[in-house]
């Protein structure tokens, strides 16, 4: 199955590639793989480079003779390991691109990483949401190592994922390629606007999932929750409102994330999930102006008035100072010594009077400034 979805994926790449960069391991040789997919890249009317990787030490290049045969000519010698022969292979890719007549705009793409566990179905997901098996699809969990952008257009809308090895909890990853898989997939929220955390329902929500929910979080990525597999729970089993509950109850800090019920192998469910995508990048990018903010707050502190200490918690002004995720400004006479239960309380206001659905939000507390700052019964100097 895993040959056979190498060669589905090598017949992608070919209708869509200007240059191909046909990869061999220098030290196994020709396989019968190399060869078979040769032969399709030879009927692809494509420039190809024959690339000969793994040649890490001087005098290995005489072992490449038997490439020719592929029927490409001489194959460049590359080390990716130590970078040997990159630029070369890059300049050759320059060279046979084709050039562009006009200098083109860049198209802004609504990034997007899939994470989740291993196995709950992330790279049959990102081929359905392609529509292309662009992401090596095998039973075995992790077989998708790295992060793999992936840029595609849907319904007009620009789009780029990235598609993410499954984030194993950190103590528990022993294999080196797995720690590389977590530093990736960690890295990929850094990189996206959005991410679509993937849930086998099958399965149920597990303790894994809600740690991989929690880096979303923190990361203060918009967030979607997917419920995966649909099709494999038996009809009438479990019903979907048991499941939102389920989600709700065990990821109280995702509140805000809309819960969409897929099928990667059957392509159910994709429409809600793009729609979500949208509105939660949009609700990310979202901005309020300070006169709207600082009011909704001073008639949050008017509703439920609290004090500090004796104190009563004053705002003197609130403005946004950032989105992605939308980030506020608060300053207040007491600023490190807000409960988090008020702080909550505020951020639900805000969510009531300005949506952000999707999006996560911030708050941060700054002392108040000028004659108003001063605390009650505080002297002047």
């Known amino acids: 199955p895993l040959v056979e979805g190498v060669r589905r994926q090598v017949l992608v790449a070919v ?11 220098a030290r196994e040789g020709a396989t019968g793989l190399d060869v078979e997919i040769a032969q399709i890249l030879r009927r692809a009317g494509r420039p190809v480079v024959l690339i000969a990787n793994k040649v890490d ?3 290995q290049e005489g072992a490449l003779g038997e490439l020719y045969r592929l029927g490409f000519g001489e194959p460049l010698a590359v080390s990716a390991e130590h970078g040997r022969g990159v630029a070369e292979m890059l300049e050759r890719v320059r060279e046979l691109s084709p050039k562009p007549d006009v200098a083109e705009r860049p198209v802004e793409r609504t990034r997007i990483a899939i994470i989740g566990r291993p196995n709950v179905g992330k790279s049959s997901l990102v081929n359905a949401m392609v529509g292309d098996e662009r992401v090596l699809v095998h039973t075995e969990p992790g077989t998708t190592r790295d992060a793999v952008d992936t840029p595609f257009t849907r319904d007009g809308h620009p789009y780029v994922l990235i598609d993410t090895a499954g984030i194993r909890r950190k103590g528990r990853v022993n294999e080196p390629l797995e720690k590389l898989a977590v530093v990736m997939a960690l890295k990929s929220l850094e990189r996206c606007q959005v991410a679509v955390l993937v849930i086998d329902s099958s399965e149920g929500l597990t303790a894994q999932d809600a740690h991989i929910a ?7 990525r918009a967030t979607v929750i997917a419920v995966n597999k649909w099709d494999l729970v038996p009809r009438g089993m ?12 065990r990821l109280p800090f995702l509140d805000y994330a809309s819960i969409c019920f897929t099928s990667a192998v059957q392509g159910d469910g994709l429409p809600d999930l793009f729609t979500a995508i949208d509105d939660a990048a949009a609700e990310a990018r979202h901005r309020v102006s300070s006169q709207e903010i600082t009011a909704t707050l001073q008639e949050a502190l008017t509703r439920r008035p609290v004090s500090i200490g004796g104190v009563p918690l004053t705002l003197q002004s609130a403005t946004q100072v950032s989105v992605e995720p939308p980030t506020f400004a608060l300053r207040v006479n007491r600023p490190g010594e807000v409960h988090f239960s008020y702080e909550r309380y505020l951020l639900k206001s805000l969510r009531h ?9 911030r708050l941060a507390f700054r002392r108040a400034v000028g004659p108003k700052a001063r605390r009650p019964g505080a002297r002047r100097s």
């Open 15 to 25: 209708d869509e590639a200007d240059v191909i960069l046909f990869v061999v391991d």
């Open 57 to 59: 030490a001087g005098g």
């Open 353 to 361: 009077a300005f949506g952000f659905a999707g999006s996560p939000i």
């Open 214 to 220: 929690g880096y979303a979080h923190e990361a203060g």
């Open 238 to 249: 479990v019903r979907k409102a048991e499941v939102v509950d389920q989600v709700r109850d």
